[in-house]
């Protein structure tokens, strides 16, 4: 069995001078640990910034039918942009007009990043066919080239997702030299 602890004897040499490996070990273990909780707290705050959802700024009042678009960038090297994305959503019983992704508040499609918007429409798409999307090209070259991972849009009335899976770098500078 292992020994009880006599805790007068603890007490009584708790002498900073007598302890000063315990002291500081404690004292250095409990800095590190306030400083992994700011930055924590960092991280936290800015995970909170990406995954706002984003509402179209070309969004109707008068359209009632709801899609959430969730875009997946990749994590090759430069695959953000800060250039314009316009897309177009064709369905089975329509298309949408030319939209675009854009966001004032912060930054928008960069490397590894998830960005979910909601778009509405006046009536349901129905199935959908294919997303048909390209970007201005307007920054400069390593900030205008785009890898795009993939896209799911949910239906949020019937939650019906669709996967359009792209793996395909939207630059004049890589891969096939489109843009769209």
Avoid: A
Wanted: glycine share 4%; charged share 20%.
């Amino acid at each position: 069995l292992p020994s009880p602890i006599n805790w007068n004897y603890v007490f009584s040499n708790l002498d900073f001078n007598k302890n000063k490996r315990i002291y500081l070990t404690i004292i250095v273990i409990i800095i590190i640990y306030i400083l992994l909780i700011i930055y924590s707290k960092y991280k936290d705050k800015k995970d909170n910034e990406k995954s706002n959802i984003i509402y179209l700024c070309d969004n109707y009042k008068d359209d009632h039918y709801y899609y959430k678009i969730v875009v997946f960038t990749g994590y090759r090297k430069n695959s953000g942009t800060k250039s314009k994305i316009y897309f177009k959503v064709v369905g089975e019983k329509g298309e949408t007009t030319v939209r675009i992704f854009s966001n004032e508040t912060h930054q928008i499609f960069q490397r590894g990043q998830i960005d979910t918007f909601i778009m509405t429409v006046p009536k349901s798409l129905g199935s959908l066919h294919y997303i048909h999307i390209w970007h201005d090209n307007q920054n400069s070259q390593s900030s205008s080239s785009w890898f795009l991972k993939y896209m799911i849009i949910y239906d949020l009335q019937t939650l019906q997702k669709s996967y359009f899976i792209c793996q395909k770098w939207f630059s004049i500078m890589k891969d096939d030299g489109q843009v769209k």
